[in-house]
């Protein structure tokens, strides 16, 4: 396929403001792929050129990508920066100096660059010809690294029309602006291939167990349907987390579970690890590679596992053995700095609590019960004051479960994670299978809510100078891969939080409602939905105002008194926000 047939597509792409149109796009783009173009293709839309886990970014500065404009297209940085300055997208700007320039030639030589000056069509470069050039850009490393991918750049610009130069610019920049939800790609897939997007449900099992649609598309393409769900689970390649459903209380979670394996539940930071002979890797929960943060977990897990290859799931925190003290959630998180990692890890050494294992020696555990693995683990981990293994105790007696409850929140930690005997890992998953059971206080829901902030309305007196009054908060449809509102949150914040959010927002708001948000209300600014707030409430209520959970005959549902806990953009995101199901659930369960 062509470079130039693909970024039409770009085009309608971002024009939409409906997700059931991105569907429909994607698949006449999916059809119109062949079998060795249909992996690039799917990375590419969402701006990259390998799954999300491998960190492979091509990462140039606005200011390289300017200079680059500026080689090829027989112009000057500083009027690049001018017309930058006046559009304000570098894609924008590059589609206006192409437009006004039909082939570069001297310009350039005068500025020093040596360019292979081939007699070239503008516009027929491959997709295949252009990602294989974006790569040799994110390979580039050591001496003259700027200038290489300067030219590596500009040499792929000079063949390209306006449009396809608007949106190759963004990739290096890490500002596509396509807004394409995995979920969606998934539907797209299932519509070209199996004829409905329905059929996406087909392709979601080996999604939660490899996690790479491009991988997932290349097989539906050359395997069909059942070379995909063959695909199984792979050292290297992290797994979608299995995550907890909520009881309000030990009384419900024996009369609805029977018998559970209860554990402590760490607030820390969730680690896959993997192991695969000398080389271990770990992965965040919203799958991102995370290994060069931890070194003592590297060090710890080639010296306790007892395996060739293994993947383990784990929570990782700072603790004090001697003071049995649990660091907070924000102090274990500041080890995602990039900076000061040998320091931090001497200073605030972090443990592993590990609780589940999902791989080892070439087999995959998933479908083992719990209580097999369980047996698996002990005999997997050596003792060691690193990686540990989660305490674990069954239980039946609702009475035993609420003192082990008041135990945990006496040590300082979240509640328990009380999970059934006999389930299987179900990747991806949220479900009774799991359920947390947290700390309950008057006139609070039992648990926070992670909202994703999709706007903001601009304050009138004192707050406008941070340009911000109320933010427009949402939640996720996970069925519709939509955000959809919940509340307006505008006390409570303080003055240096709305200067972070103001900060945070501003580099991702958009000038028009994404096509992924469903909303009746419309904010002042609307922000690419990718910031993930942490929010407590008193209470979840009905209300028609908002889109979350709201049908043609019913209302929606909101939040009452909401408050700012946190920002949880560091490990979450935006899928990864409380979805509409488990507010609907909330809902049901609040004492009243
Ligand atoms: P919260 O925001 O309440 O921490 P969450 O939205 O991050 O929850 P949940 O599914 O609600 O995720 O809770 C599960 C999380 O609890 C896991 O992702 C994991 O990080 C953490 N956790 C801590 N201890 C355990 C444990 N023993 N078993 C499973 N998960 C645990």
């Known amino acids: 396929m062509k470079f130039s047939k693909l970024t039409e597509y770009f085009e309608k792409l971002e024009e939409t403001s409906s997700r059931l149109s991105l569907i429909d796009i994607l698949s006449d783009l999916f059809k119109e792929t062949p079998a060795s173009e249909i992996e690039e293709i799917v990375y590419l839309i969402q701006g990259r050129l390998a799954p999300f886990f491998v960190p492979l970014e091509i990462g140039m500065a606005e200011k390289n990508v300017a200079k680059a404009i500026a080689f090829a297209f027989d112009t000057t940085p500083e009027k690049v920066t001018k017309e930058f300055n006046k559009l304000g997208d570098m894609g924008l700007t590059a589609e206006s100096l192409r437009s006004g320039n039909k082939l570069n030639t001297n310009e350039n030589m005068q500025l020093g660059l040596s360019f292979s000056l081939k007699k070239v069509t503008v516009g027929d470069l491959t997709v295949s010809q252009v990602f294989e050039t974006l790569t040799k850009i994110a390979n580039t490393k050591g001496e003259g690294t700027v200038e290489k991918r300067q030219n590596l750049l500009s040499t ?28 969606t790609v998934l539907d797209g897939l299932a519509t070209a291939k199996l004829g409905d997007k329905s059929k996406r449900k087909l392709l979601e099992g080996a999604y939660n167990r490899t996690s790479d649609l491009g ?22 390649s992290p797994i979608r987390s299995e995550l907890c459903e909520r009881l309000p209380t030990p009384d419900k979670v024996i009369e609805k579970m029977e018998e559970v394996d209860a554990q402590y539940k760490y607030d820390g930071f969730r ?47 700072a603790y004090n053995p001697d003071s049995e003290e649990f660091l907070p959630f924000q102090e274990t998180t500041k080890r995602r700095r990039k900076h000061g990692i040998e320091e931090a890890a001497k200073s605030l050494p972090l443990k592993a609590f590990v609780f589940d294992i999902l791989y080892k020696n070439g087999k995959q555990l998933l479908d083992k019960p719990l209580s097999e693995r369980m047996e698996i683990l002990k005999e997997t981990i050596m003792e060691d004051d690193i990686l540990i293994r989660t305490k674990n105790q069954i239980i039946k007696d609702p009475k035993v479960l609420a003192t082990l409850l008041e135990d945990s929140i006496s040590r300082g930690l979240e509640g328990l994670v009380v999970k059934k005997l006999e389930s299987p890992y179900e990747a991806g998953g949220r479900n009774f299978n799991w359920v947390k059971l947290k700390r309950h206080s008057a006139g609070e829901l039992n648990d926070t809510i992670d909202c994703v902030l999709l706007g903001y309305i601009t304050g009138k007196g004192k707050r406008i100078a941070f340009g911000a009054g109320a933010l427009l908060v949402g939640v996720y449809d996970k069925k519709t891969d939509e955000f959809v509102t ?61 889109t979350a959970g709201k049908t043609e005959e019913e209302p929606g549902y909101a939040l009452r008194f909401p408050r700012l806990v946190s920002f949880r953009s560091s490990d979450k995101k935006a899928e990864d926000a409380t979805s509409v199901e488990e507010l609907i659930e909330m809902f049901k369960q609040q004492v009243r």
């Open 156 to 183: 792929l610009l000079q063949k390209m029309d306006a449009k396809s130069a608007k949106h190759l610019v963004r990739i290096p920049l890490g500002n596509t602006r396509l807004g394409i939800g995995d979920p």
């Open 215 to 236: 991988l997932i598309a290349k097989t539906l393409w050359e395997k069909g349907l059942s070379g995909v769900e063959k695909l199984e689970v792979r050292v290297g």
């Open 486 to 546: 919940v509340s307006k949150i505008g006390t409570g914040l303080t003055d240096e939080e709305w200067r972070e959010v103001h900060k945070r927002a501003d580099r991702i708001s958009v000038s028009k409602k994404p096509a992924r948000v469903n909303s009746t209300i419309v904010p002042s600014v609307w922000i690419k939905p990718e910031i993930v707030l942490e929010v407590l409430a008193d209470e979840i209520t009905r209300s028609p105002v908002h």
């Open 271 to 317: 680690v896959q690890i993997h192991k695969d002979g000398n080389r271990v890797r770990m992965f965040s929960r919203n799958l991102e590679e995370m290994t060069h943060m931890f070194p003592e977990l590297i060090t710890a897990s080639l010296k306790q596992v007892k395996a060739e290859n293994v993947i383990l799931d784990s929570e990782a925190l």
